[in-house]
């Protein structure tokens, strides 16, 4: 069942893509939940967190998708109704845009979908750093999510459960839990 359009017309479910907080936490309704990968794009932490992982004046850093030539990121995909789009529009409003990708499901299928990316030049973007400047800034940043040390943990943690493999996350993470 899919929402109706100005029209009157039944609008089909979208498939979105989650690659940072939306694997492990959901807080919308979804009609489906399965692994996917996108192709061409790689997981960074380059993205700065002033609404959730950080506050403006000391801004968290969370993750976004980078366009990577032949790497595959692993994350996980919703079935959704049209009408979620305006609680994760909500959600993702710190620089984050909806782009249209192209989804493999469980591995097989393929399927078109969208997924919210924060581009170069965002309001918000942080872009890259050393290792250890990165890490710093996740231990001292907290918002009204949580600390950004947590958001880290929690994603690491459910790679690791999707069995993907992120060298940026992870070794952000022993930077992080390191020091």
């Known amino acids: 069942m899919g929402s109706a359009t100005e029209d009157g017309s039944a609008q089909a479910p979208v498939w979105v893509f989650g690659y940072g ?8 309704p979804f009609l489906e939940r399965r692994p ?29 998708l980078v366009p990577a030539p032949g790497e595959t990121c692993i994350g996980m995909a919703y079935r959704i109704e049209h009408a979620v789009f305006d609680h994760l529009d909500y ?10 990708v192209s989804l493999t499901l469980d591995g097989t299928e393929i399927a078109d979908g969208v997924v919210y990316i924060a581009p170069v030049g965002n309001h918000a ?26 958001y880290l943990v929690e994603l690491a943690d459910a790679l690791r459960a999707l069995g993907a493999r992120d060298a940026h996350v992870f070794a952000l993470e022993r930077a992080v839990l390191e020091n």
């Open 36 to 64: 996917a990968t996108v192709t061409g794009w790689a997981r960074r932490f380059w993205q700065g967190s002033h609404d959730h992982r950080g506050v403006p004046d000391a801004p968290g850093r969370v993750v976004t």
């Open 91 to 100: 959600r993702e409003k710190n620089g984050y845009e909806r782009v249209a």
């Open 125 to 150: 973007f942080l872009g890259d750093a050393p290792m250890e400047e990165m890490a710093r800034q996740i231990r001292r940043s907290a918002g009204p999510s949580g600390n950004n040390v947590d």
């Open 21 to 28: 907080s939306l694997i492990w936490r959901p807080d919308f």
